[in-house]
């Protein structure tokens, strides 16, 4: 089973940048498959919200807020998803979390999320 832990959230003033880390565990088969890895943010009160993806071969995608302020990347031979957020708002608090999911071997895995506090 392939697990994801999250790390890199704090405190940042607006206009201030962060980069977030997760990184992925379990047996290599379980790894390999892993279609697409992302990152979802929820506030308190709203609706979980995509945030960025990235398929196993690089190609992102990226929610309509953070465009142009955050960018997605991986590094396959550690099994780590970065986002490195720039730009960054008070709307942009919320806790954020890491996804890896796959079709193939049908498993959708969440981890416990780092906090993100934009704060002046």
């Known amino acids: 089973q392939v697990r994801v832990v999250e790390s890199g959230g704090g405190l940042v003033q607006p206009g201030g940048s962060l980069r977030l880390s997760c990184s992925a565990s379990g047996s290599s088969s379980s790894l390999a498959s892993i279609n697409v890895m992302g990152w979802y943010r929820r506030a308190p009160g709203k609706q979980r919200e995509m945030v960025a993806t990235?398929?196993?071969?690089?190609?992102?995608a990226y929610g309509g807020s953070v465009k142009g302020r955050f960018t997605i990347s991986r590094d396959n031979a550690n099994n780590t998803v970065y986002l490195q957020m720039n730009s960054l708002k008070p709307e942009d608090t919320a806790m954020y979390l890491c996804?890896?999911?796959?079709?193939?071997?049908?498993?959708?895995?969440w981890g416990q999320g780092t906090q993100v506090t934009v704060s002046s």
């Open positions: 990235i398929t196993a071969g690089g190609i992102p």
């Open positions: 996804n890896a999911g796959s079709w193939t071997a049908m498993f959708d895995i």
